[in-house]
Nanobody, 125 residues
């Protein structure tokens, strides 16, 4: 089973940018898609973006649409999440996981497997 390692988090001021990386220990093409989720303290894990391994099509949560961009590098077995226009409410631990069902149903964590350990993003002045 593939394992993911997230990196790229940090402390950034409001309006700033970060690029998160999700590196797979095995070939990501074994899965339909890769999703990014985040979890703030005291809140449920929230799906924010997902990308098809097959054709690169992406879906986004309304909360990040227009600010975040998900992309993939199949040769490097890596999925990226570009975070622009960061807001304090974006503060959370960000995770990636494989979509075992297909369809990028990020409204739920159901069907997403092989969660990484997460990377902390803190947006504060």
């Amino acid at each position: 089973q593939v394992q993911f390692v997230e990196s790229g988090g940090g402390l950034v001021q409001p309006g700033g940018s970060l690029r998160l990386s999700c590196i797979a220990s095995a070939v990501t093409s074994h899965y339909y898609a890769i999703g990014w989720f985040r979890q703030a303290p005291g809140k449920e894990r929230e799906g924010i973006a997902c990308i098809s391994v097959i054709d690169g099509s992406a879906v986004y949560a309304d909360s990040v649409k227009g600010r975040f961009t998900i992309s993939r590098d199949i040769d490097k077995d890596t999925v990226y999440l570009q975070l622009n226009g960061l807001k304090p409410e974006d503060t959370a631990v960000y995770y990636c996981a494989a979509d075992s069902r297909g369809g990028c149903g990020i409204a739920t964590t159901y069907g997403f497997v092989s969660w990484g350990q997460g990377t902390q993003v803190t947006v504060s002045s």
